[in-house]
């Protein structure tokens, strides 16, 4: 294993505690750090440390009021690929609830945004999830006596329809299905995360974890990619109370981690 991959797991923990550091110091000053400066600063810091296995794509910019400028994931192991659609929330100053969470809403949008995120990764065939960016203070899962030594949870990870089902707007209890954003690509997971394991993205995991996963539609082959036939995207569309005429969203960019060397 090359020094790239088995670094990988040590930029994302670094990354997410620099999250809550970087948070905790803005909160105290006049300096806004917004959602995309955190998403932006991330990825270039991941891409410069592992370019050999990372491939980052940005397009045009998307309506941001409709999707909240999301970004597609793809973990990309040796049989299969992970692939996810990311919005990133974060946590107001001295707050400890993600402000409008089940309620915002884009004029030209059918539902708010947290089904809109649901709706249209469905439809594309991919895992819906946030990011909640947070600093320390505001954690009670996820803080340091349950992270790595010396190591804040930044960046905590969870799929939308877990947090739809949770019904709450508080840190406390989201973070409650949610996992810190190291877990998608370091190689030990903890059972507590709602993500596949790198094991399994590779061809290692359980018997259970298999039968149950080869069977979602963001879980792909990594040798023969397929795309949703069209009458399950109909289908989907009745499901989700979606209008026909309604097209998902593009995302702004499109991040591919190559796994396959992770052990």
């Known amino acids: 294993m090359n020094g790239a991959n088995l670094n990988l797991c040590q930029t994302f923990l670094e990354l997410g505690d620099a999250i809550s550091r970087n948070l905790e110091l803005a909160y105290g000053s006049h300096i806004s750090y ?38 597609e994931w793809h973990l990309i192991g040796r049989k299969y690929t992970l692939k996810m659609r990311v919005q990133a929330k974060r946590l107001a100053k001295n707050g400890l609830q993600i402000k409008r969470l089940y309620s ?11 089904d809109m995120l649901i709706a249209d990764a469905t439809l594309q065939g991919l895992l819906p999830v946030y990011c909640f960016y947070s ?4 954690r009670s899962t996820w803080t340091t006596a349950t992270m790595p030594p010396r190591y804040q949870a930044g960046c905590l990870a969870g799929r939308a329809s877990d947090i739809k089902v949770r019904g709450s707007k508080y840190l406390y209890s989201i973070e409650q299905v949610c996992v810190p954003w190291h877990f998608l690509v370091c190689p030990k997971l903890d059972q507590r995360s709602p993500f596949p394991s790198i094991a399994f993205l590779n061809g290692y995991g359980e018997m259970g974890e298999t039968a149950l996963k080869v069977r979602e539609p963001y879980i792909v082959s990594t040798e023969a990619l397929e ?4 009458y399950r995207k109909h289908a989907i569309r009745e499901l989700l109370d979606v209008p026909q005429y309604y097209q998902p969203v593009p995302v702004v960019g499109r991040v591919s981690i190559d796994c396959r060397q992770i052990e």
């Open 135 to 138: 600093a320390e203070a505001a």
């Open 104 to 114: 915002q809403k884009a004029k030209t949008a059918p539902h708010p945004q947290i």
């Open 227 to 230: 795309h949703p036939e069209a």
């Open 34 to 71: 917004g959602e995309e400066t955190i998403t932006e600063g991330s990825l270039l810091q991941i891409w410069n440390r592992h370019s050999a296995i990372i491939d980052i794509q940005t397009f045009s910019k998307p309506r941001e009021a409709m999707n909240g400028a999301d970004w």
